[in-house]
């Protein structure tokens, strides 16, 4: 079956980098896009980065576009998300997600919290 493990988060300071993981099982990998979702307290889900197969033309949320980069390596099964000078405001619950036909698959999250 589809599974979807997350990674690397933690608690971080104001100005840190973070790189989160993906490892993706149970499916052909090379073949999906793979997205990144977040979830802050009280807000709903947001997508912030997409990534198709061919590791071409990611896209990013306005809101977090010039700080994020996503990539992926097909051959190990992942995906990641850089994140670069942490804002408190990115504090949240980070989700990896693929879509294949018409089921949404996802990750158990991994949580950010961004504090000084």
């Known amino acids: 079956q589809v599974q979807l493990v997350e990674s690397g988060g933690g608690l971080v300071q104001p100005g840190d980098s973070l790189t989160l993981s993906c490892t993706a099982s149970?499916?052909?990998?090379?073949?999906?896009?793979m997205n990144w979702y977040r979830q802050a307290p009280g807000k709903e889900r947001e997508l912030i980065a997409s990534?198709?197969?061919?590791?071409?033309?990611?896209n990013y949320a306005d809101s977090v576009n010039g700080r994020f980069t996503i990539f992926r390596d097909n051959a190990k099964e992942r995906v990641y998300l850089q994140i670069n000078r942490l804002t408190p405001d990115d504090t949240a619950l980070y989700y990896c997600?693929?879509?294949?036909?018409?089921?949404?698959?996802w990750g158990q999250g991994t949580q950010v919290t961004v504090s000084s």
């Open positions: 997600n693929t879509v294949i036909g018409p089921n949404s698959y």
């Open positions: 149970g499916f052909t990998f090379s073949r999906y896009f």
């Open positions: 990534i198709s197969h061919l590791r071409v033309h990611p």
